[in-house]
């Protein structure tokens, strides 16, 4: 990114997509890590939030706003997943 | 002018996702890193899809950024609220350092199986 672009709408979607890179890789070492399976759901779950974000930012620095479409189905679809995550988790306690 | 507004949202929104990752990395249990994941990165989020809006300034692309922003603030909390009520349902365990569990009073109230022990208890293990 040249120094003369900052001022501009592009330059800071292209710094907001590199904050929203490095805020997934520390969420992939989460989702890694875990220790446990609710962790890696609110990780996974955080990630489809970043990558919302990071589309958001991308169609800025790219001038292509046709993408807001793509982040909006990519937002219904990571809180479906969260849903039977949880739901699925919540009867597996019961059934125990 | 709106041009300024447009670049002081895309960073700022920018900036609460790198501190939502942050929080998820570094807090010590799944329920702070669950506060992290949620506030944070919905107002990122919407901090982002404002500054597009704004970048733009057209009544489709606004309206959509509008309803996926509505979208994240209506959705965010339930999704955070069920992941937490199966967590501790399944017994994750709270941090060390936690100084009250009311839930552990309720939890015939909640209709949570939750055993005799707290959940920090080292007896029960959580689901791998």
């Known amino acids: 990114m040249s120094h003369d672009n900052l001022a501009t709408a592009q330059g800071a979607a292209e710094l907001a997509i590199v904050m929203i890179a490095l805020a997934l890789f520390l969420t992939f070492i989460r989702l890694v890590r875990g220790p446990t399976l609710p962790d890696r759901v609110v990780a996974l779950d955080l990630i489809g939030v970043q990558t919302v974000g990071m589309i958001a930012a991308y169609a800025v620095a790219t001038d292509r706003p046709v993408l807001l479409d793509p982040a909006t189905v990519l937002a219904l679809v990571g809180f479906l997943g969260t849903i039977a995550f949880a739901s699925y988790l919540e009867r597996r306690a019961r059934d125990e | 002018m709106s041009e300024r507004i447009s670049v002081v949202l895309l960073v700022v929104g920018g900036l609460f996702m790198l501190l939502a990752g942050l929080g998820v990395l570094r807090l010590p249990d799944l329920f702070m890193r669950l506060q992290a994941a949620t ?3 919905t107002l990122g989020v919407g901090c982002l899809l404002l500054g597009l809006a704004v970048h733009y300034q057209e009544l489709g692309i606004t ?3 509008v309803l996926v922003i509505a979208f994240f603030v209506l959705t965010a909390p339930v999704g955070a609220h069920m992941i937490a009520r199966a967590a501790y349902a399944v017994g994750v365990p709270l941090w060390a350092g936690t100084l009250t569990d009311e839930l552990r009073e309720h939890r015939s109230a909640a ?12 007896k029960r293990q959580p689901l791998e």
């Open chain 2, 39 to 41: 506030k944070a990165s």
């Open chain 2, 111 to 122: 209709r949570l199986h939750i055993p005799e022990e707290p959940p920090e208890s080292p």
């Open chain 2, 63 to 65: 309206t959509r950024a």
